[in-house]
């Protein structure tokens, strides 16, 4: 298995870093006055405004790029489904039955493992 910093996706996030650095808050929203609106997500009651951090589209994009190339979506399901995704341990992560109300049900090698 290839190591995260060796994934080409990695790579692109590091020169991408590299340009970056010349790069101040001021002028992408003087370049952008509509930064904010690009740049935040509202839901749920909640305001995730990352406008303010040094991240651009091509930033946004490259993220995604790295989530793909380790499969993120791939492994969330599994860990959803109570897989056995923790290889040191060889069980399942669980961190889902510990953010859900007690009366959902957690199933874990076909028993409800919620009080």
Known sequence: MMLLTEKPAWKALETH????????????FTEDPGRFEKFHVRENGMLLDYS??????????????????????DWRD???????????????????????PVTDKVT????????
């Open 52 to 73: 303010r951090h040094l991240v651009t589209a091509e930033t946004r994009d490259l993220l995604i790029a790295l989530a793909e190339s380790c499969a993120v979506e």
């Open 17 to 28: 870093r590299d340009a970056m650095k010349s790069v101040h808050m001021n002028a992408l």
């Open 108 to 115: 874990l090698d076909g028993e409800n493992i919620m009080p």
């Open 78 to 100: 599994r860990m959803f489904a109570g897989d056995k995704i923790n290889t040191s341990e060889g069980r399942a992560v669980l961190h889902t039955a510990l953010r859900r």
